[in-house]
């Protein structure tokens, strides 16, 4: 499954709020209702975290300003009120089949 | 505390071989699937491999299959990932990831560890 995300580069300024887009080439709907999506950030220097999985559940620690949607092959991540704690690479990733495949990342920059 | 850590990456020629080993702590191993992410320098994330909770399945990505093979000690509370006949395309961070859910749940990908660096270099 192809996973395709925009923009590749975001520049946001704090308490602005903003939006990724991914694209998935086939549904990721599974037979039992859930969508098999899930977004995770990589800050600078560290390893990626866990954001967002089945579309839209929040991991622990996430704040509700972070919030995911989409339909079953375009998906988004919206963060509002944008901190310089966002600063970071965030990428989608489809759980539906393996082999798992992930976008191709975009950078969010703080203005 | 639940932890994973990874050991193992190296600096080793093309054609060789390597394991990487990653150590769990402070979870039940067995009720968990894991997998190995990598990403090359300056690159994004690439998915290497998946083994289910109870062992019954192993998955890899297209551009290690074949060559790399996912395993696991119980008594170790260790992971492996053997790589076979390396090239220099290999040359990444390989992180280690758990699943959040137990057995068959899934709530994504939410424990991972600070990764292990191999490069690959004649």
């Known amino acids: 499954i192809l996973m395709t995300q925009s923009p590749l580069s975001l520049t946001v300024t704090p308490g602005e709020s903003a939006s990724i887009s991914c694209t998935s080439n086939?549904?990721?709907?599974?037979?039992?209702?859930?969508?098999?999506l899930d977004w995770y950030l990589q800050k600078p220097g560290q390893s990626p975290q866990l954001l967002i999985f089945?579309?839209?559940s929040r991991a622990s620690g996430v704040p509700d300003r972070i919030s995911g949607s989409g339909s079953g092959t375009d998906f988004t991540l919206e963060i509002n009120e944008v901190e310089a704690e966002d600063v970071g690479v965030y990428y989608c990733?489809?759980?539906?089949?393996?082999?798992?495949?992930f976008g191709q990342g975009t950078k969010l920059h703080i203005k | 505390h639940v932890k994973v850590v990874e050991s193992g990456g190296d600096v080793i020629q093309p054609g060789g071989s390597l394991r990487l080993s990653c150590v769990t702590s402070?979870?039940?191993?067995?009720?968990?699937?894991m997998h190995w992410v990598r990403q090359a320098p300056g690159r994004g994330l690439e998915w290497v491999a998946v083994?289910?909770?109870?062992?019954?399945?192993?998955?890899?990505g297209d551009s290690v299959k074949g060559r790399f093979t996912i395993s696991r000690d119980t008594s170790k509370n260790a992971w492996y990932l053997q790589m076979n006949n390396l090239t220099e395309e290999d040359t990444a961070v390989y992180y280690c990831?758990?699943?959040?859910?137990?057995?068959?749940?899934?709530f994504g990908v939410g424990v991972w560890g600070q990764g292990t660096t191999v490069v690959v270099s004649s």
């Open positions: 990733m489809q759980a539906l089949q393996t082999p798992r495949t």
């Open positions: 990831a758990r699943n959040t859910g137990k057995n068959r749940e899934y």
């Open positions: 083994i289910s909770y109870d062992e019954k399945d192993r998955k890899y």
């Open positions: 402070g979870f039940n191993f067995t009720n968990y699937g």
């Open positions: 086939q549904s990721l709907l599974h037979k039992n209702g859930h969508k098999y």
């Open positions: 089945l579309t839209f």
